[in-house]
């Protein structure tokens, strides 16, 4: 049997039930129904975790670009990358999207239940190792916990005038040290680029695994799925 020809014009829709989350899904071509069957295999596992990978991936970009769009307190100096802003309303929107960014594309290198594969450095051109090695750093040492290096920290300090005698006029201070964002400035590669890299790395897996399962699972067994030779 013949694969069939790209593109496919079929459409799809969906829909949430509101009550229990349960997502319906169907499919029209030249707006009559389509049959779905569902596919259950090995790749087929590996085609559904790439593409929970990408997913991902698409949504650390839209946080970089609203963090982008925000981000108007610096670092803007010669090899500055690190920012901390006294706008605490703005700023601790911008580190939410900043931990959340970092989380998720950590994510995408980490094995998680229910999710059979993961993306590995190794695949990663190496222009882009810098600031990926970078990058997975701050996810495990500030956005994941606080690490070794120390990203992060808190300095408790006894404070008193120089001459005083009395404990009356000691007070403790607890010193935050805690950056809002780390924003790499050229010549490095941005944080965006290495994500636009990394979805492009997900999608050409994305694309062979649906190949490969056209080519050897449904173009062979084309009966069992009840299509027409």
Request: charged share 35%; aromatic share 10%; net charge positive.
């Amino acid at each position: 049997m013949k694969l069939p020809p790209k593109p496919r014009a079929i459409e799809s829709k969906h829909f949430m039930d509101k009550v229990t989350g349960k997502t319906y899904r169907f499919y029209t071509y030249k707006r009559r129904r389509c049959r779905r069957v569902e596919l259950k295999s090995r790749i087929v596992d590996q085609l559904a975790g790439y593409t929970l990978i990408e997913k991902d991936l698409r949504s650390v970009s839209i946080w970089l670009e609203e963090i982008e769009r925000l981000h108007t307190d610096g670092p803007k100096g010669k090899d500055e990358s690190y920012c901390a802003s006294p706008d605490r309303e703005k700023y601790n929107i911008v580190k939410g999207l900043f931990v959340a960014a970092l989380t998720f594309y950590g994510k995408c290198f980490t094995k998680c239940e229910g999710r059979p594969v993961k993306l590995e450095r190794a695949q990663i051109d190496i222009e882009f190792h810098e600031i990926f090695d970078r990058c997975i750093g701050l996810r495990h040492n500030f956005a994941a916990h606080s690490g070794s290096e120390k990203i992060e920290h808190v300095e408790v300090a006894l404070v008193f005038p120089e001459k005083s005698k009395s404990t009356s006029q000691c007070e403790i201070f607890r010193e935050l040290h805690q950056p809002d964002l780390y924003w790499p400035l050229p010549p490095d590669k941005t944080l965006m680029e290495l994500v636009t890299h990394t979805r492009e790395k997900a999608q050409a897996k994305i694309d062979k695994l649906i190949e490969k399962i056209m080519k050897e699972d449904v173009a062979v067994n084309y009966r069992k799925y009840g299509l027409v030779p």
